[in-house]
C-alpha cells in the first residue's frame, strides 16, 4: 500500500489497541504502544531510500528482504527496544505484540497489490502479488479516515476500527470475488492462456490485463467485467545475439528483468549507437507504456546509458539518457 494508507493504518491499530484491557489500564502502555505501531506500520518501507541511489537498486529490492519473514521477526523487536526505555513501566509483552501485529499488517496487506512482495524469503525470492488491491485504494484509505474522525470526535477508538476492520474484511472478500470473475470473463476470451495478470485500479470495477499463450501477447482491460482486448504482439524470445548479451550485463535492464514478468523487447541500429528496449506489459496507460529499460551501446558494444523505470514521455526518456538537455 502507499505511505499514507499505511500511517493510517498505523494509527487506526493504536486506536484498536485500547480492546485489549492490558493496554486500556496503563497510560505509558497506552501511549508506548501507539508510537511503537505507527513506527511498525511505517518501518519495512525503509527500503524506499534505496531510490536516492538509482532506480536499479530501488527495483531489485524495494519490498524484499525488509518485507521477510526474519524482517517480520526483527522489526518489532527493534522497535522495542528503542521504545521501551522511554516508558520502563509499559508492559513489555503487550508492547511488543502490538508492534509485531503492525509490521506483519503493513507486509500481509502489501502482498494483496500488484506489485507484491518477497514476504517468503528466505524460504523463496518469489514475489507474492495476489493484485486484489490497488497500491492506494480510496475506499481503504477514507474508510481509516472517517475511523479517526470519529475518534476525535470522541467515539470509543476501540469499537470503531473493529467495526472498519470488519467491513474491511468483507471488503477484500468481494475484491477476491470481482477479480475471480474478470479471470473467468478473460479465460473465456483466450481460453489458450498459459498465464492471465490482473492488476487493481482505484476505481472498483476496473482492472489492467496481461495475458500470455503460447504465441502472443494480449494486453487489455476489464471494466464491468466486460473484456477488451487493446494491444496485441506476436511472443520472440529474447535471441542470444552480441548486442542483447551485451545489453544484458547493464544494471538497470538486470533490474527491470528480475521485476517484470511479461515484456517485449526491441533493437534498434542508428549510425553511432545501438537502441535496446524492453518493454512491461502489465502497465498500459493511455496508450502507452510507461514502465521500461532502455539500454544505449556504441558499435563496439560498449555500454553508453541506460534508464529503468516510469517513463511518461519519449521526450522524458531521452532527457533521462542525457539525449537531450534536460
Known amino acids: 500500500?502507499?505511505?499514507?494508507?499505511?500511517?493510517?493504518?498505523?494509527?487506526?491499530?493504536?486506536?484498536?489497541?485500547?480492546?485489549?484491557?492490558?493496554?486500556?489500564?496503563?497510560?505509558?502502555?497506552?501511549?508506548?504502544?501507539?508510537?511503537?505501531?505507527?513506527?511498525?506500520?511505517?518501518?519495512?518501507?525503509?527500503?524506499?531510500?534505496?531510490?536516492?541511489?538509482?532506480?536499479?537498486?530501488?527495483?531489485?529490492?524495494?519490498?524484499?528482504?525488509?518485507?521477510?519473514?526474519p524482517a517480520v521477526l526483527l522489526w518489532p523487536l527493534g522497535i522495542v527496544a528503542v521504545v521501551y526505555p522511554f516508558f520502563p513501566t509499559a508492559n513489555l509483552l503487550h508492547l511488543w505484540l502490538w508492534t509485531f501485529l503492525a509490521v506483519f499488517l503493513h507486509v500481509f496487506v502489501d502482498i494483496f497489490n500488484a506489485y507484491g512482495t518477497q514476504a517468503l524469503r528466505p524460504f523463496s525470492a518469489k514475489w507474492v502479488a495476489l493484485g486484489v488491491i490497488n497500491t492506494f485504494d480510496p475506499f481503504i484509505f477514507g474508510i481509516h479516515v472517517i475511523g479517526l474522525i470519529l475518534w476525535g470526535l470522541g467515539t470509543d477508538p476501540g469499537y470503531t476500527f473493529a467495526v472498519i476492520y470488519a467491513i474491511l474484511i468483507i471488503y477484500y472478500i468481494i475484491r477476491f470475488i470481482e477479480r475471480q470473475n474478470v479471470y473467468r470473463k478473460v479465460l473465456q476470451r483466450i481460453p489458450d492462456a498459459t498465464e492471465i495478470i490482473i492488476a487493481p485500479t482505484m476505481r472498483f470495477h476496473h482492472?489492467?490485463?496481461?495475458?500470455?499463450?503460447?504465441?502472443?501477447?494480449?494486453?487489455?482491460?476489464?471494466?464491468?467485467?466486460?473484456?477488451?482486448?487493446?494491444?496485441?504482439?506476436?511472443?520472440?524470445?529474447?535471441?542470444?545475439?552480441?548486442?542483447?548479451?551485451?545489453?544484458?550485463?547493464?544494471?538497470?535492464?538486470?533490474?527491470?528483468?528480475?521485476?517484470?514478468?511479461?515484456?517485449?523487447?526491441?533493437?534498434?541500429?542508428?549510425?553511432?549507437?545501438?537502441?535496446?528496449?524492453?518493454?512491461?506489459?502489465?502497465?498500459?496507460?493511455?496508450?502507452?507504456?510507461?514502465?521500461?529499460?532502455?539500454?544505449?551501446?556504441?558499435?563496439?558494444?560498449?555500454?553508453?546509458?541506460?534508464?529503468t523505470g516510469w517513463i511518461f514521455s519519449e521526450e522524458k526518456l531521452r532527457k533521462k539518457l542525457d539525449i537531450i538537455p534536460s
Open 1 to 69: 500500500m502507499d505511505t499514507g494508507t499505511h500511517v493510517v493504518m498505523g494509527l487506526a491499530l493504536g486506536g484498536l489497541a485500547t480492546l485489549d484491557p492490558v493496554v486500556a489500564e496503563s497510560s505509558a502502555t497506552t501511549t508506548s504502544v501507539l508510537i511503537s505501531v505507527i513506527v511498525g506500520s511505517q518501518a519495512p518501507d525503509i527500503d524506499t531510500v534505496l531510490k536516492l541511489r538509482n532506480n536499479a537498486i530501488y527495483i531489485r529490492n524495494h519490498r524484499g528482504i525488509t518485507h521477510s519473514i
Open 207 to 307: 482492472w489492467k490485463i496481461a495475458v500470455m499463450n503460447q504465441h502472443q501477447f494480449f494486453v487489455g482491460r476489464a471494466v464491468n467485467r466486460q473484456v477488451q482486448i487493446l494491444d496485441q504482439f506476436n511472443r520472440v524470445e529474447v535471441p542470444e545475439t552480441p548486442v542483447l548479451e551485451a545489453a544484458k550485463e547493464d544494471e538497470n535492464l538486470a533490474a527491470f528483468l528480475s521485476f517484470s514478468p511479461v515484456y517485449r523487447w526491441e533493437v534498434d541500429e542508428y549510425d553511432d549507437h545501438y537502441e535496446v528496449r524492453f518493454i512491461d506489459l502489465r502497465y498500459r496507460s493511455k496508450d502507452y507504456y510507461p514502465f521500461v529499460a532502455v539500454v544505449h551501446l556504441d558499435l563496439d558494444l560498449n555500454i553508453t546509458t541506460s534508464y
